[in-house]
């Protein structure tokens, strides 16, 4: 199973990503957890302290360079598009019980045909991650889904597009689904988060009444102060464990 | 006066940044409001309903096209480094009393030395509007400031971080400051958003120990009914607005 999580900033996509790894982890899954999100700090969440130090991929200019043959600072010079990348998943990931975790870093974005060494050898990645390997992938990426090529994107099980009751979560989740019917990627949940009322599922379910809702997250200052403490949310004292290995069962019958 | 505001994305960087232009604006200010963030909505924050429709100006092929003399699609052709934008800011703002909104989109982010003719127009217009513009310029950026090259950034009088209590947003603070101190921008402040008591308060000053503070604003369940309803939060009951007001004579001072 291929799952790729998507929204815009400070939704709570990355809790959301670690509370499912974790879940699927307990649940004797091997997880291979792909943090293609630079604003966030997937391994953390997932509870590996020393994952907050992983210099992401894209960082990596020796193996860039390595793995591309580019020049680093060279504009516009030869690189090769298909670089090799399939080792990459057991001598660059971080650990815990039945969950690797790698850290992407930031792919470029959209523009007129803008490639970049680094983001060859990212979306190589992921689309090694999403063809080729046996455990369940779990992506956390940005706002966007640059990340994903059409071939890649018809292999991926689900999107999942976290939202908040907020204006513009729901303009991003608009966004997103139109970029995923450009690589023809079809399968879409949303995961409302935040929710303080019934009135916030409604405000939810009116604006994004086109799609389908995998269910909702409590508003909790429990996964605050979690994180605050430096705890992933799966440790935490809170009830959106239970929600979330609820949605996960869903995630499975469909 | 020219003000950057970054920070990681849903800590509140927009809410502010409309809530300080507002407060510019009700101070007779001239205001050119950039908003560089494409997951946020600048304009609609800033109280401009139909800001919502505005097309960022990096998805205006036609325009790139026109002004760079790139051909839409095409690889590593050649284009204008330095195209016209003098005349973009009177024709392609939203307007509101003494306030002018443009929306830029995103830029292509860091990479090894990769241009494209959206992101050379973005900052040609950043660099226009920062060195040539007489108006109180206020940017809101992503959470990084790529948009800002070295002789832009030494005209920018204040970069303003905002924070939430949240690790991941103290991560996205510490990695802005050593992206401003690679193109000598060093009149950093941070802005503490979303406190709910001063533990938030004493967390975000421990972990952010080498900043200066501009002060913090509350958490404050009526933003988020105002962002449900459509309205500014400078047209909300708010504590915040005060709040700015005051942060905005501290930045005008200093």
């Known amino acids: 199973m291929k799952l790729a999580i998507s929204g815009k900033g400070g939704v709570g996509k990355t809790t959301f990503a670690a509370l499912l790894i974790r879940a699927l982890d307990a649940d004797g899954k091997q997880v291979l957890a792909i943090d ?3 604003d966030a700090n997937l391994a953390a969440a997932v509870g590996i302290p020393a994952g907050r130090d992983m210099v992401p991929i894209a960082q990596m200019k020796e193996l860039v360079a390595e793995r591309t043959g580019a020049q680093p600072g060279n504009i516009g010079g030869y690189f090769k598009l298909n670089p090799r990348v399939d080792d990459l998943p057991e001598s660059l990931s971080a650990c815990l019980n039945n969950i690797k975790v790698m850290r992407l870093g930031g792919v470029q974005k959209g523009g007129s045909g803008c490639i970049c060494p680094e983001s060859t050898l990212l979306r190589a990645l992921i689309r090694h991650v999403v063809l080729a390997r046996d455990e369940v992938v779990v992506m956390d990426m940005e706002a966007g889904i640059e990340h994903l090529g059409r071939g890649t994107a018809k292999n991926v099980d689900k999107l999942i597009v976290v939202v908040e009751p907020g204006r513009r979560s729901i303009d991003t989740a608009v966004h997103i689904r139109q970029l995923a019917g450009e690589i023809d990627l079809k399968n879409i949940f949303v995961v409302g988060n935040k929710i303080r ?14 799609f389908q ?4 997250l409590p508003y909790d200052p429990q996964l605050i102060e979690a994180d605050l403490e430096g705890v992933s949310p799966f440790d935490a004292q809170t009830e959106a464990k239970a929600v ?6 869903k995630i499975e019958q469909h």
């Open 36 to 38: 293609a999100d630079p």
């Open 197 to 210: 009322s019934s009135k916030d599922e409604d405000f939810l379910k009116k604006h994004l009444s086109g």
């Open 213 to 216: 809702f995998l269910g909702f």
């Open 244 to 249: 979330v290995s609820g949605m996960l069962k």
